[in-house]
């Protein structure tokens, strides 16, 4: 880690604690299309090719408040057209101990990212891109949260040791997340290559 590198705390959040609000309007597909087409440069950092946060990181157009099982793919499979392209900004990978994701954030002043665990089977990675001029009561996340921030929401693998998990931030910009593995619920299939199917 680099010396202007910072840990961020990570937020837990059980059932009973999560707003019902959140996230629940649907990034369409049209709507991203228009966004998009509109041309405003941040809206690129934030949602264009090769973001974390972009709906089309995947290769087809997936609402990123939706979650994804992002350690059941290779980066190198799912990625290879970006990597090609040189656009992409996004790499995860796995060794014996750790799930690893490292990405950069949309540079668009401070970022306040914010990383939360969802009853330990989710992690949200989110932040705001531009401030709420109306009253501060309403939550951004609760309406067409797009306009003001970014979320990408993960599935956690089920060895994943939540618990443990840390999450730096390098020159305000690159968020890298560590989530241990459970020595336990690995040891029946130690010996590493498993069955193929």
Known sequence: MSSSSTKIEVHHHTEDQKNPE????L???????KI???????????????????????????DPSDAFPLWEFES????SHLRSTGQTTVDWLQTDQAYVLKAELPGVGKNQVQVVVENGKIVEISGQWKQIKESMNKDWRSGQWWEFGYVRRLELPEDADWRKMEVFLSNDILVEIRIPKNPSSGSDVSQGNGAAA
């Open 76 to 79: 190198d499979i799912l990625l």
């Open 36 to 62: 998009i087409c509109q041309g405003n440069p941040t809206v690129h950092k934030v949602f264009g090719e090769g973001s974390l946060f972009s709906p089309l990181l995947f290769g087809k157009f997936f």
């Open 27 to 33: 990034l369409g597909e049209d709507v991203f299309k």
């Open 22 to 25: 959140k996230w629940c309007v």
